[in-house]
């Protein structure tokens, strides 16, 4: 009896060690890739998909039996030259490249905006230890539309730019018309500020300041009346022109005399006078009344 428990106990433990071993070891697998499947936006240059797996990959033999079991065509079944490049700080991570050199050489179709690209992992792709994935993956993305976005990106920025001086314009508005309130805006008059710092009498400031505006006011009745009489006599008058030059009124025919030219004339004259007087004298060397010996 006890012969028969010990080998039963003894093919229990068997079969759990089996089975532990069994479901411990993972299968080699694909854990991510980027671009996701069914991305879109990605871009066209330097064109790539990042593989990461969760067994390490890349040392000499996996780098030979993977060198053609990856590749990247369109949606028409255009294929396209890619290189495969590995980590050694990651040995769970490859790069699948788009070989632009090739590309260059052979004349082959090139990457374009908007379009969908399939990237191919074989089945038989292969991990250092020799196991494979057993299963193809494919990753299917779809490059952005740079012309769209290029669009986007230009009304955006003249929008911006357009605000920007829209509001600029409304703020130099706003300014010069703060500065032409303030240029016509006369400070009040405080005769007791005034008087202080004058120190005249409140009386006398506030007599002085009357006549003051008096004189303002009459002043700007006068110049509307004159510019009012201005625009009555000229309103109908075709024949008034603008001269090219400054031209004195005795070329209109005037003959009155200002005596401002008389006294440039005497003027004149005194100078030359004083000037012959000191010429005569020397300069003062030879004083008026002394006789030469």
């Given amino acids: 009896m006890k012969k028969i428990s010990a080998i039963a106990c003894l093919t229990m433990l068997i079969v759990m060690l089996t089975s532990a071993f069994c479901f411990g070891a993972e299968s080699f697998k694909i854990t991510s890739t980027y671009p996701q499947d069914g991305a879109t936006d990605t871009t066209k240059d330097n064109m790539c998909v990042k593989v990461y797996?969760?067994?390490?990959?890349?040392?000499?033999?996996?780098?030979?039996?993977?060198?053609?079991?990856?590749?990247?065509?369109?949606?028409?079944?255009?294929?396209?030259?890619?290189?495969?490049?590995?980590?050694?700080k990651d040995t769970k991570y490859a790069l699948i490249l788009l070989d632009t050199v090739k590309v260059a050489k052979k004349g082959s179709k090139s990457i374009k905006d908007n379009k969908e690209y399939i990237c191919t992992i074989s089945k038989n792709f292969q991990a250092n230890d020799g196991e494979k994935l057993g299963v193809e993956k494919t990753v299917e993305f779809k490059t952005m539309n740079q012309g769209r976005n290029t669009m986007i990106y230009m009304v955006m920025m003249f929008l911006m730019f357009g605000g920007m001086f829209g509001f600029s314009a409304i703020q130099m508005r706003k300014s010069q018309e703060k500065e032409k309130e303030k240029e016509g805006k006369e400070e009040a008059f405080n005769p007791y500020k005034e008087a202080k710092r004058t120190g005249k009498s409140v009386e006398e400031l506030i007599a002085k300041h009357e006549k003051e505006v008096e004189r303002k006011n009459a002043h700007k009745k006068a110049k509307e009346k004159l510019?009012?009489?201005?625009?009555?006599?000229?309103?109908?008058?075709?024949?008034?022109?603008?001269?090219?030059?400054?031209?004195?009124?005795?070329?209109?025919?005037?003959?009155?005399?200002?005596?401002?030219?008389?006294?440039?004339?005497?003027?004149?004259?005194?100078?030359?006078?004083?000037?012959?007087?000191?010429?005569?004298?020397?300069?003062?060397?030879n004083p008026k009344g002394s006789k030469k010996k």
Avoid at 75 to 82: A, C, D, I, L, M
Avoid at 241 to 247: F, G, I, K, Q
């Fill in 53 to 88: 797996f969760n067994k390490d990959v890349g040392n000499k033999s996996s780098k030979a039996a993977n060198k053609d079991e990856f590749s990247i065509t369109d949606k028409s079944g255009n294929s396209y030259p890619v290189r495969i490049y590995y980590s050694s």
């Fill in 227 to 285: 510019d009012r009489e201005l625009d009555e006599m000229y309103a109908d008058d075709d024949d008034c022109y603008r001269v090219t030059r400054p031209r004195p009124i005795s070329a209109a025919g005037s003959t009155f005399v200002t005596g401002r030219k008389a006294e440039a004339e005497a003027r004149k004259a005194a100078e030359a006078a004083k000037k012959a007087e000191l010429k005569a004298t020397n300069y003062g060397k």
